[in-house]
Structure formats: C-alpha cells, structure tokens
C-alpha cells in the first residue's frame, strides 16, 4: 500500500483486483472495497473518522489519475488506473463466467431498471439477485435490518453500491459483517451505465481532465466540489511528495 496524503491506496490492476475479489465472493466472504480519486482523499482529509473507514476497506483502488500519478512519483512506476465503473464492468463478466450472483444498491428505481436492463442484455446469463433503491431520507434501524436480510437472504456475492461519495463507503464500513457479500462502491457507475450520464472521452481521463468533463455537464452540482477540493488537493499532493505534510497540516 501507498499513503497518499491521509489514506491508503493498494497498488493493484483490473485483473488483480477481480480476481481478488472474486476469491472473497466465492466464499461469501463480508469485504468492502473503495474506489479512491481526489473527491475521496480530500473528505478523508476533513474527516478522521471517514480516513478511518477508508484506510480499513479490504482494498482501495487507485480510481483517479491523480491518485495514479502519485504512487508513480512515490516508486510504484507501473501503477495504472483502477476506476469503478471499469472495475464493476470486469467483476460483472467474472460473476457471469463463476455463476456468481450480483446485486445493486443505490441510485433511483428508474435508473437501477435500466441498469439492470442494460448489464442482462450485455453480460448473457448474469444472475442479478438483488437490486435495491434506498430512500435519500435516513432510514430506521429495523428498516435497515430488513434490508440486510433482503440482501443475505438473496444469496449476492457482489453488491455494487452506488451511493456516492462519502455515503457509499460509511454504509459499506458499517456494514461489513453484516452483508454477506463483497460491496463494491462505484460512485457514478450506476448513471453511466444505465446511459443517463456520459463519461469523459478516454483521452480527458488518461489526462486527469475527467473531472473538467463532469464539471461541464453537472455545472451546478459540482462547482462547489471542484472548486474547494482541487486546489487544496494540489497543494497538499506538492507537500506531501517533498515530505512537507505535517508543516501543511
């Protein structure tokens, strides 16, 4: 693992990050894994309890470039992106080929219909045992047991959590243990798969632009995101690689 400013990334690929999770699912294993860019880091960076939860997920993939360009400069010279919505179109295929069952939870009911339309069509005999569109308003305790049990009871081995980011990866946290299941959180995977929400050319993300691209087409939304974590990420990258951290703390 690399530290990058607060949290842990693992240096990992595709091919071994499917394959390692596609162990844990085979025996029903309760894992959560995190998919990492500059959003994540600079909320764990606010946040020592959320820097918690992200640094003891069973793995953290390098899902934004700059993450990417970081361990680079910190000596793991190969390291490539790991990005969620990639990573959940590799584990589909791996459920499909081991007979693994998947679920899906998070994003609204239109959107988990078209999704699941979209990944049957696309991955032929996928076994989607589970799909769930969570309230946005806070739910009691015993409606969230109800929801775990669903979920057990269903038999997914892979629950992809599209969330987003910071709430995806506090349900997985508290959760693990509990959900019988390796949860996977995608972020935004569950809009652009559905194809409700365009992603970056490839040459924007090989660049670290795709934040620029989602910017143009959510303006609105998150403005104020890249505004304030941006440059305060670039500043805290530059302090941490001339080991600076701690004064820029």
């Not at 992809?160 to 019988?180: D, N, S, T, Y």
């Not at 409700?196 to 910017?215: D, H, N, T």
Request: charged share 15%.
């Amino acid at each position: 693992m690399i530290l990058i400013i607060t949290i842990n990334v693992n240096e990992t690929s595709y091919g071994l990050a499917s394959s390692q999770i596609k162990a844990w699912a085979q025996t029903g294993e309760s894992r959560y894994v995190c998919a990492a860019n500059v959003h994540m880091l600079m909320e764990a960076y606010d946040s020592p309890e959320f820097a918690s939860m992200v640094n003891h997920a069973d793995l953290v993939t390098p899902d934004g470039m700059p993450l990417v360009w970081m361990m680079r400069a910190k000596g793991q010279n190969r390291q490539s992106r790991v990005y969620g919505p990639t990573l959940m179109l590799y584990l589909l295929q791996a459920a499909v080929q081991e007979g693994l069952p998947v679920g899906f939870y998070g994003g609204k009911p239109a959107v988990l219909h078209e999704l699941v339309n979209r990944m049957q069509t696309h991955y032929e005999n996928l076994n989607v045992a589970f799909c769930y569109s969570p309230s946005f308003a806070p739910i009691s305790l015993e409606e969230d047991a109800a929801i775990v049990e669903k979920i057990n009871q269903s038999g997914a081995r892979i629950l992809f959590v599209g969330l987003g980011c910071p709430k995806q990866e506090i349900w997985m946290a508290e959760h693990r243990g509990r959900v019988h299941a390796v949860m996977v959180g995608v972020g935004a995977a569950f809009d652009f798969h559905a194809g409700l929400k365009r992603q970056a050319p490839a040459w924007m993300q090989q660049v670290g632009f795709e934040w620029l691209f989602r910017l143009l087409m959510e303006p609105k939304r998150l403005w104020r995101r890249y505004l304030y974590h941006n440059p305060r990420f670039l500043f805290l990258a530059i302090a941490d690689l001339f080991g600076l951290l701690k004064k820029a703390n």
